[in-house]
């Protein structure tokens, strides 16, 4: 028995450097697949969506769940953007520089459906929205366009582009904005703040990223953050997330499911 087990440890060869470097090229491939096409994290700069997602948090999104479905992957599930929904998507404009910007809202309205907002509350096809997950109108710093929506014009309301001030009369059918095929009309919970589809307009299928699962790390951020863009700004940040990593993480939204 002795010499039988000393035979087969003679017979085992050693893994050569060369394969060893190709099997950390598979796991990095492997991992950059995941990363890319099934998971992606995002962090959340602002104070739209509270209470569902606070500034500082950082979620896992799940980019194949509401992904048009593929003939090579049968096996995975896929569904429709439904009423509710949480996503993170494109901005359907760009910015001032040429470049995209991932936002998070909630899906008010999905193609077909009749929306318009009355001192704050929102109706769709006419019946009024119960939304626990947003702040119960009316609100102190009453806006008229932002609260009245579609039946104030944006003409005095500079967040409004131009784009979607020239386009919005023709999506509006008696005093109802319907949204069009291949469409969503996205809003922010924190209603007030939220620069949403009432200031840019719809967002195309196509530009839908994921849907976020759940919170994997927050970090105490003031909501003035998002504004410092510089480089000197973003190491200074980088330094006191480091220095009170323990004292600043919001351990209590860690493993946060979000809905």
Same mark, same amino acid.
């Given at each position: 028995? @002795?010499?039988?087990? @000393?035979?087969?440890e003679e017979q085992k060869v050693e893994e050569t450097p060369l394969e060893a470097f190709a099997s950390i090229c598979g796991v990095l491939v492997v991992g950059l697949f995941v990363l890319t096409f099934? +998971?992606?994290? +995002? =962090?959340?700069?602002?104070?739209?969506? @509270?209470?569902?997602?606070?500034v500082g948090d950082h979620v896992?999104?799940?980019?194949?769940?509401? *992904?048009? !479905?593929?003939?090579? *992957? !049968?096996f995975i599930y896929y569904r429709k953007v439904q009423h509710g929904d949480i #996503?993170? +998507?494109?901005?359907p404009t760009l910015e001032a520089d040429g470049s995209h910007l991932f936002l998070v809202k909630r899906v008010i309205g999905l193609p077909g459906d009749h929306i318009h907002l009355q001192d =704050? #509350?929102?109706?769709?096809?006419? #019946?009024?929205?119960? @939304?626990?997950?947003?702040a119960p109108p009316p609100y102190p710093d009453?806006?008229?366009?932002? %609260? %009245? +929506?579609p039946a104030v014009p944006p003409a005095d309301n500079s967040d409004v582009t131009a784009e979607w001030a020239e386009a919005l009369p023709s999506h509006v059918q008696d005093g109802d904005l319907v949204v069009p095929p291949g469409m969503y009309f996205m809003m922010g919970d924190n209603r007030t703040v939220s620069l949403d589809s009432r200031f840019w307009g719809f967002v195309p299928r196509a530009n839908v990223v994921g849907r976020p699962m759940f919170v994997y790390w927050s970090f105490d951020t003031p909501d003035s953050e998002q504004y410092k863009t510089s480089l000197g700004d973003r190491l200074n940040w980088a330094m006191h997330e480091t220095i009170h990593f323990f004292d600043g993480t919001r351990w209590s939204r860690t493993f946060h499911l979000v809905k």
């Open positions: 028995m @002795e010499q039988t087990l @000393e035979k087969q099934i +998971f992606q994290n +995002f =962090g959340i700069p602002s104070s739209s969506m @509270e209470k569902a997602l606070l896992l999104v799940a980019r194949i769940t509401l *992904a048009p !479905p593929a003939r090579w *992957a !049968p #996503v993170v +998507f494109y901005k =704050g #509350v929102v109706y769709r096809n006419g #019946v009024a929205l119960k @939304e626990p997950y947003a009453y806006n008229p366009y932002r %609260d %009245d +929506f």
